[in-house]
């Protein structure tokens, strides 16, 4: 019986079928120009591109040139790639011109699909971002389509790790640029901390297509990118906290595998502060003294470590450096950190040097940064089951774009067994089944853990994990049990274990299929294995006859693969994300071809233990479910389908609260970035100082001279005290306020007119020229200190803000009013701190402008505010911070390291001259204050 939904989707279509049916007109029409198209020589096709550019110039709209634009790339890609673009792929390219995703299935030509939109858009001269996962793929992508769009006249470039700010603003300039989703972040917050527009790399944000949508939008989505600087070297502290771990019981911590969480009970607590005391570590008398605040954190995020993070599934080990394992992707992450002090803590555990700890200078999340482009659009093979996350967070609508030939995979309930002994079992068992048939096999593992477990396990059975060359011959590969395993360890044969895992007979384990840019074709990969076997070859007869002889053989394999029924995906648990799940299945089936998928479970999997029924086991017990026998039930499908989308929901609102909380600092960074662009654009910064001057004149007075006070009542000796400490003048406030008659307006003015003189005379004594070059920099540096400060406010902020809800006061509200409050103390220091330095500032010669100077060692990565982790990327050894000799630097990195200059040999007016200074000596300034309440606070 048809249910009324499903009654008026057979009458109507589907919502999608309706969307893509709207395309079916300009499908036709694009078609229509395909002979007059052909016709043209190769000039004449290439002379289009100036063609619409100057329609658009007139007036014409990008909408209006898509069927001309998409005809002429469509026949671009058949002469140079010898590649013609399907009708769904065309379907697929309209919808990322609208600023859309378009879902298309593994092997349906994502890459391909996006020359169109792209050249589309690149025709307005403002630049098109295509968004890759890696630097891999950027390059690939970069040249391969780059051909077609070289053909038709548009430049191409691509923004990978290792490049200067000149080899990257050269790419920026390109019609199309390629680049990772983490170097076009880092891009960004780099620029907003440099001193000279022309120094900046990135041109705006117009269109931006992003591959694999779902990886980059969502699951990266969930750690903000972050530019720091290094603190100081701790590493003994570290490994004194991490020796009270192994001393502690069951009963004194408690773990929660949902949250990611650790937490301390209270005989935890009692017996660590009686150890800390032993140890000398702990002020006062409980733990929970403010003073310990630090040593609390750094014990939880050693409990974390020990007991919630696990070698070979959550990092790896490798040449004294502990290196995260991507939890989507399987691979190692070299240069990345998890932060607040969690690396530090497995880096103690695991006995390797530790590295210090860094500080946040410039932040923002993916949701922002991408909702910066004027439009932006999507690909990849999975997005439906997160499509309300798209629309909600990114205004972007999921369109199922169909295939080009109807996928033929057969896709099985899931097998049920008790144990993970019993699962692995009938894997080995399916694994032999299909290796006599001559059925190639993927199976797809969550860790490397596993992935070397179920390695293990087929060595046992008599397989050895060895390259898939035995396979090639059919003789050979009847007996050749061989196996290869794709995960960290092994990430440099990446490519070439996915290109030819669809041989007849081979056997591939996998930690996880995201992203990773290579399809599975069955018989394997011709280019890859003529590159692998023939690079010494020389060009020449005898290589042609070489190249024709692989190619047949793989032709001949693949024939055999498809006998023996394609490619069979099998999965040793589920994922927590029904987009992993997917992901794997789609590797097989590609473009029509034949394919099997199946998932093995056991109940005591992650997903079944965590979220499953606790009663299952017993029910199953009850069925009379017998040892090594398995259950298979579409019902179990739909209750871990059920488990899976409550735990997407979850992670969904976490990012969503996440993404709230950024909102906040969203408004007050776009303020900031603006300040400074309108600072660095203007040619002088006068009218901004004398502002901030009257503001600090106006500020001072209302501090020190109540509203209708009489003179008597002045705090005159304060007042006095703060002109000579920001204004550095020595004013005779006191014998003003014995005036006769006088009032706090005429005292303002009074001060304001002496500070306006002094500041003149600054001008006159250095010329205009040099003394507008040296506001700008002091207002620029103060700012970027001052903003780094803030955001270490609001970090905090954030780590506490949640208890307000105990007392009934929603702590998102209370953070968003303590954030205002804040702010404006950051811009009221900013116009202190500034007329403070201006006042005190004195040059011996025309001092330099801020430029993109060396600075010490900087590292940009990703932080996770709910869970406190934190994923950090190198970056160049020496970021080039944006700009300058060191805004954002601290004052102390920004001297020079040798230290100790004479009294004698600084030079007041010269900080670079000072050398190190102690925080309780005399500021060189000259200002008679002590350098920390000096020039060491401003910093």
Known sequence: MIGLGGLTRKIFGTANDRKLKGYSGQVQAIGALEDELKALDDAALKAKTEEFRSKIEAGTSVDDLLVPAFATVREAAR??????????????????????????????????????PVYLNALTGKGVHVVTVNDYLASRDADWMGQVYRFLGLSVGKIVHGLDDAERRAAYACDITYGTNN?????????????????????????????????????????????????????????????????????????????????????????????????????????????????????????????????????????????????????????????????????????????????????????NYFRMYDKLAGMTGTASTEAEEFLDIYGLEVAEIPTNVPVARIDDDDEVYRTADEKYQAIIALVNDCHERNQPILVGTTSIEKSEILADKLKKAGYRQKDFSALYDPERGKNAKVFQVLNARYHEQEAHIIAQAGIPGAVTIATNMAGRGTDIQLGGNADLRIAQELADMPEGPEREEREAQIRADIATLKERALAAGGLYVVGTERHESRRIDNQLRGRSGRQGDPGHSRFYLSLQD??????????????????????????????????????????????????????????????????????????????????TVSDMRFDVVEQLVAKHIPEKAYPEQWDSAGLKEAVLNVLNLDLPVDEWAKEEGIADQEVKERLLAAADEAAARKVAKYGANIWRQVEKSVILQTLDHLWREHLATLDHLRSVIGFR???????????????????????????????????????????????????????????????????????????????????????????????????????????????????????????????????????
């Open 183 to 367: 170097e076009f972040g880092f891009d960004y917050l780099r620029d907003n901390l440099k001193y000279d527009i022309s120094t900046m790399t990135q041109r705006g944000h117009a269109f931006a297509i992003v591959d694999e949508v779902d990886s980059i939008l969502i699951d990266e989505a969930r750690t903000p990118l972050i530019i720091s600087g290094p603190l100081e070297d701790r590493s003994e502290f570290y490994n004194s906290i991490d020796t009270f771990i192994p001393q502690i019981s069951e009963e004194d911590y408690e773990l929660d595998e949902k949250l990611r969480s650790a937490t301390f009970t209270e005989a935890g607590n009692e017996k660590l502060e009686q150890l800390l005391g032993q140890a000398g570590l702990l002020k006062g008398d409980s733990l929970y003294d403010v003073e310990n605040v630090s040593v609390v954190h750094h014990l939880q995020q050693a409990l974390r470590a020990h007991k919630l993070f696990q070698r070979d599934r959550d990092y790896i080990v490798k040449s004294d450096e502990v290196i995260i394992i991507d939890e989507f992707t399987g691979r190692m992450m070299p240069g990345r950190r998890y932060g607040d002090g969690l690396h530090q803590a497995l880096e103690a555990k695991e006995q390797v040097p530790i590295q210090p700890e860094n500080q946040t200078i410039a932040s923002i999340t993916f949701q």
């Open 606 to 687: 992650d997903l079944m233990r965590i979220f499953g029924s606790d009663r299952m086991e017993g029910m199953l017990t009850r069925l009379g479910l017998q040892e090594g026998e398995a259950i298979v039930h579409p019902w179990i499908n739909k209750a871990l389908e059920k488990a899976q989308s409550k735990v997407e929901a979850r992670n969904f609102d976490q990012r969503k609260n996440v993404l709230k909380y950024d909102d906040v600092m969203n408004d007050q960074r776009k303020v900031v970035f603006e300040q400074r662009l309108e600072l660095m654009a203007g040619e002088t910064v006068q009218e």
């Open 805 to 939: 809800g105990y007392a009934q006061r929603d702590p998102l509200n209370e953070y968003k009013t303590e954030a205002f409050s804040l702010f404006e103390a950051m811009l009221q220091s900013l116009r202190e701190m500034t007329t403070a330095q201006l006042a005190r500032i004195e040059l011996q010669q025309a001092p330099p402008t801020p430029t993109d100077a060396d600075l010490p060692e900087m590292h940009a990565h990703h932080a996770d505010p709910t869970t406190g982790e934190d994923e950090m990327e190198l970056a160049d050894a020496e970021l080039a911070y944006a700009g300058g000799n060191g805004a954002a630097a601290p004052a102390a990195a920004r001297r020079p390291a040798s230290a100790e200059a004479t009294p004698e040999a600084r030079n007041p007016g010269d900080p670079r001259s000072w050398g190190k200074v102690g925080r309780n000596e005399p500021c060189p300034c000259g200002s008679g204050k002590k350098f920390k309440h000096c020039h060491g606070k401003y910093g």
């Open 79 to 116: 002469r140079v790639l010898g590649q013609r673009h399907f009708d769904v792929q065309l379907i697929g390219g309209m919808v990322l011109h609208d600023g859309n995703i378009a879902e298309m299935k593994t092997g349906e030509g994502k890459t391909l699909v996006a020359t169109l």
